[in-house]
């Protein structure tokens, strides 16, 4: 039901930007390269000299009413060359009473990190829940409605409806639409040196995972993880999925481009992997990070995470766990390019297949205009 707003954004985008009102149509690219030791668990990254998250986008208005974004992503998966489309959507610009509206293809409200584009991450690698939860970047066909209250305290209340099949692409059970998601973001400034903002997101999977997408069944019929398993889409799901984050910035009166301290935290509770699952039976991650910008160009930063995964078996679970650690040290000379060292430490259950130590090596070029990202 919802491949003709995709349609829809492309139809609209393939205009040239002369037909645009204002004629203020954006275009940028990213190119994103990195240079891995030994892939991690559960990595979205290969190992060797590879081609991370680059893009092709173009941003605009379509009349007075309405906005259109096109995004076209390209990246190395085991070693071949993949091209994808992440965003084509439709935005409403002139609605009353704080509302917004979007259809189309784009990037779920579910946690912080999700909305952004993962070149604008502070670390190589989307956190070990993106990864297992969300296929490291959950961008899906769907319909968006967004309200603003009207008030000196940022609060936006949103919901969303996709088809689903890009978070779970094979399903023993498929309903349309798949995925619902609710959230609540709240947000404000104390003083002129800080500001923080927190939310809470619950999405309702109607597409269960099939079994086989894990691994492979013994002659018992246990289930085993594939450690070479870089899969697209949530590695681990359930019914249903709990998002709460919370992140708070210090930069002196304001002025971040000298120095600035941000902390953030996610954690996600995914609860009824399958039929046969209790209470007990669900999968947890959080993760903690800690940047700090000690000079307009230089920034250090530290990331802490923890994945526990209750592993289907028959009509039991096996519980699984992954830790990672990741020390990260970031040369910026300007809002163009990026050079980031990376060394990460797993340790854990052998069917999250954790590989001890990492060194990532990452560039990261921007050319022409992107959309400002999020707080």
């Known amino acids: 039901m919802f491949k003709p707003f995709a349609r829809l954004a492309l139809v609209a985008l393939a205009f040239p930007a002369a037909h645009a009102q204002h004629n203020s149509w954006q275009w ?81 409200q579910l946690g912080y990190l999700n909305e952004q584009h993962t070149h604008a991450d502070d670390f190589v690698e989307r956190p070990l829940m993106h990864r297992a939860f969300f296929g490291g970047h959950w961008n899906d ?12 305290m940022y609060l936006r209340l949103g919901a969303e409806v996709f088809r689903g099949k890009r978070l779970i692409e094979h399903a023993e059970q498929a309903s349309s639409p798949g995925v619902s998601v609710l959230s609540a973001r709240l947000g404000d400034d104390i003083g002129a040196s800080h500001s923080w903002q927190a939310g809470f997101a619950l999405a309702q999977n109607r597409r269960q995972q099939e079994a086989a997408e894990h691994g492979h069944e013994d002659e018992h019929g246990d289930v085993h993880g594939d450690e070479h398993d870089h899969g697209h889409g949530a590695l681990y799901s359930g019914k249903r999925m709990q998002v709460w984050d919370l992140t708070w910035k210090w930069a002196p009166e304001g002025n971040n481009s000298q120095r600035q301290l941000r902390v953030g935290y996610e954690r996600a509770v995914v609860h009824k992997p399958n039929d046969f699952a209790t209470a007990a039976d669900r999968h947890v991650a959080d993760h903690l990070a800690v940047v700090w910008r000690f ?43 990026t050079v980031r060292l990376q060394v990460a430490k797993q340790t854990g259950s052998e069917s999250l297949a954790a590989r001890g130590h990492s060194v990532q090596l990452q560039y990261i070029l921007n050319w022409g205009a992107h959309a400002a990202h999020s707080y």
């Not at 066909?141 to 000196?152: E, S, V, Y």
């Open 141 to 152: 066909d769907g319909l968006r409605l967004n309200w603003t209250a009207p008030t000196p």
């Open 28 to 108: 940028g690219a990213v190119l994103d390269l990195t240079a891995t030791s030994r892939a991690l668990g559960l990595a979205s990254r290969d190992q060797g000299l590879a081609l991370g998250h680059s893009d092709v986008s173009a941003a605009g208005p379509i009349g007075q009413a309405l906005s259109a974004q096109l995004t076209a992503g390209v990246h190395t998966h085991e070693g071949k060359t993949e091209v994808a489309l992440e965003e084509a959507w439709l935005q409403t610009r002139t609605l009353p009473w704080g509302l917004q509206a979007r259809a189309g293809r784009f990037a779920s």
């Open 295 to 337: 000079s307009p160009t230089w920034e250090v930063g530290t990331r802490l995470e923890r994945l526990r995964v209750a592993e289907p078996h028959g009509d039991h679970f096996h519980a699984a766990r992954l830790r990672q650690t990741s020390l990260m040290l970031a040369y910026k000379p300007g809002h163009m390019q």
